[in-house]
């Protein structure tokens, strides 16, 4: 396909024909790198109904048949990944071997495409300023078959999980472990200890927009095997010790939202749920649990491989690439600096920017 017979149009996700999301649909399952439920359509669309604009750049060949979707948000003239800035994987909806010239997207007025999470791939090489790990767990097997294929550290970690496990049983009540419930209760419980633990780091409070709150309640009440959200909770006796939200597509859960009660920090309750999730995978019918790209430790030890994913834009102005290049230098220079801790205000302005 020659991009001067293709047609390209930006358009919102609910003027998508039937035929336009049945080819969605078809193009991802013919592309296993599509895997994440991030780009199930089904997240655009709760993204969309929670309040969120959610606009779609489609491409048709000359004899009108889909080729690309990418699904995104629209502020003026810049696009951004549907989800942003909560979307662990971005990407075109294409077909593999399809040809795709990322300048395409700039279209109807579009002069920027960011992104912070683009799957790799050779076309966008030129617009890409840094590359970052996103770990993941081979889930394959639940348990066992995690910790045939973990590395030492994963092993270790485990099994102290295991033991502390029963600690928490003895001092503070029987554990119960649900891997996949609609509580909204608890759900509230987890969006309230996130947002406790942003303002205890610092860190920008992704809930803080009311959009955000709304749109976890919407996929905590989406169900099905194609595209759902997971609330997995852990407590001992009446209390929550750790929960976790995320979203599914097939055998594929993505790791989003863990929030652990910080009364019981000192007994690892994050690896707690971690294990006891790993083990119910084959109730749950996940073989893979993506993490998420990130520099906590636990998920240098708990992972048993890892997907690059990209941070760039794509633009026709050379300098605003040079700046954004330069940017991502200096919020990485200031990240390894030994006084990264005093100057994590400056990381966090710098990004805002």
Known sequence: MSAARSQVSLVTIDALTADDLAAWHRLRATNPALDSPYFHPGFAAAVHASGRAVHVVITHDS??????????????????????????????????????????????????????????????????????????????????????????????????????????????GPIRFEADVVDAKALARVIELKREQYAATGARDYFAEPDRRDLMTRLLN?????????????????????????????????????????????????????????????????????????????????????IVVCQGVVTRSSARRMLRRARTSMVGAVKASPLAPTLSKLVRTLRAR
């Open 222 to 306: 989406t169900r099905g095997g194609e595209f759902a959200g997971i609330l997995s909770t852990l407590h001992a006796g009446d209390e929550l010790v750790a929960a976790h939200f995320g979203i599914r597509s097939g055998p594929v859960l993505h790791w989003w939202f863990p929030v652990y009660d910080p009364r019981f920090a000192a007994l690892a309750p994050g690896w707690m749920l971690l294990r006891e999730l790993v083990s119910a995978a084959p109730e749950l019918e996940v073989t893979r649990i993506d993490l998420g790209r990130g520099d906590d430790e636990y998920k240098r030890r708990a992972k048993t491989g890892e």
């Open 63 to 172: 004899a009108g048949a889909v080729t690309s979707l990418l699904p995104c948000h629209r502020d003026g003239s810049v696009i951004r990944p549907v989800g942003w800035p909560g979307a662990d994987f971005q990407s075109p909806i294409l077909a593999p071997g399809t040809p795709f010239e990322p300048l395409t997207v700039l279209t109807g007025g579009v002069r920027r495409f960011e992104f912070d999470h683009l799957l790799g791939a050779p076309e966008f090489d030129r617009w890409i300023v840094s590359r970052r790990a996103s770990p993941y767990l081979d889930v394959t097997g639940g348990l066992d078959g995690y910790v045939g294929r973990a590395s030492k550290s994963g092993r270790d970690n485990m099994a102290q999980a295991r033991r502390r496990t029963a600690k928490t049983e003895r001092e503070h």
